[in-house]
């Protein structure tokens, strides 16, 4: 049983920063990239930034430059600082784990509301 739990959200006003955390647990054999998408009200899932378990990175245009993704790969948890929020950045956040063996897992979600 593996578990995938995201923590951090909230209600922050523009310009302010969040830094959101997920945990992966249970039995993964191996993990080979970890990552955030998110998803606005009418709008399909995006990929926000992943992090490979080598430590290279992938960012949306929309975030480069503002959000910045890191791992700690002996606790199975990757984090997600996000500096300069927009009110384009509310979404409902969700962390991604890309094994080697068996499909993703997800988390169950956590909401990032930017708004004054």
């Known amino acids: 049983q593996v578990q995938v739990v995201e923590s951090g959200g909230g209600l922050v006003q523009p310009g302010g920063s969040l830094r959101l955390s997920c945990a992966a647990s249970?039995?993964?054999?191996?993990?080979?990239?970890m990552g955030w998408y998110r998803q606005a009200p009418g709008k399909q899932r995006e990929l926000v930034a992943s992090i490979t378990r080598g430590g290279s990175t992938d960012y949306a245009h929309s975030v480069k430059g503002r959000f910045t993704i890191s791992r700690d790969n002996a606790k199975s948890t990757v984090f997600l600082q996000m500096n300069s929020l927009k009110p384009e950045d509310t979404a409902v956040y969700y962390c991604n784990v890309v094994p080697l063996i068996s499909n993703d897992y997800w988390g169950q979600g956590t909401q990032v509301t930017v708004s004054s």
């Open positions: 249970g039995t993964i054999f191996a993990i080979l990239a």
